[in-house]
């Protein structure tokens, strides 16, 4: 498989000098959409002979950049703690979104480095919308409590983002106090 990497990555890189087209190596053509269309011929489910598959993209449509869950509430709640989730791994999914849970959190979004996680985590715990970016979780006014659950090394960047942290570990403190000052 290797050598098969190998040689196609060798292709590749001849392709933008016209040394190689791959014109007729492309049998059948999918708009995105049509992406299951696609998978079933792959699999072997649509009897059909191919070769070479491409999904096309409009480079013109504009993405989404936050996709509603659940009706949440449009105003917070007095005295509710309306959390925004930046990040979802295991000890995100095992410990904190639990206890959040079972403390009454309103839980409003979810950003995730993979928005299929997002969308998992945030249909599985009841968010209210998945977002694309932590800064729409950070800048959201509805939200009161932002938890970053991502990895340790990007958790001063985030803080220094515009919410003052409740906790934060030691050995980043001196990072947090630098980017506000």
């Not at 292709?11 to 016209?18: A, D, E, K, T």
């Not at 072997?44 to 070769?51: F, N, Q, S």
């Not at 945030?122 to 998945?130: A, P």
């Amino acid at each position: 498989m290797a050598g098969a990497v190998y040689r196609t990555r060798g292709l590749i890189s001849l392709r933008p000098s016209g040394r190689v087209s791959v014109k007729r190596l492309i049998t059948h053509r999918f708009a995105i959409e049509q992406g299951e269309e696609a998978y079933r011929l792959i699999s072997g489910e649509t009897k059909e002979p191919y070769l070479g598959i491409v999904l096309q993209y409009d480079p013109d449509r504009e993405l989404a950049t936050r996709i509603v869950l659940d009706k949440a509430p449009s105003t917070p709640a007095k005295g509710r703690v309306e959390l925004g989730l930046i990040g979802a791994g295991g000890y995100a999914k095992a410990m904190l979104l639990p206890n959040f849970k079972s403390e009454g959190a309103n839980f409003r979004s979810i950003a995730t480095a993979s928005g299929v996680s997002a969308r998992e985590t945030g249909e599985r715990y009841g968010f209210g919308q998945c977002v694309s970016s932590a800064d729409e979780v950070i800048g959201d006014p509805s939200i009161n409590l932002v938890v970053i659950a991502t990895r340790h090394n990007t958790h001063a960047d985030l803080v220094c983002r515009g919410r003052i942290p409740l906790c934060t570990p030691l050995f980043q403190c001196a990072v947090v106090t630098d980017g506000h000052q």
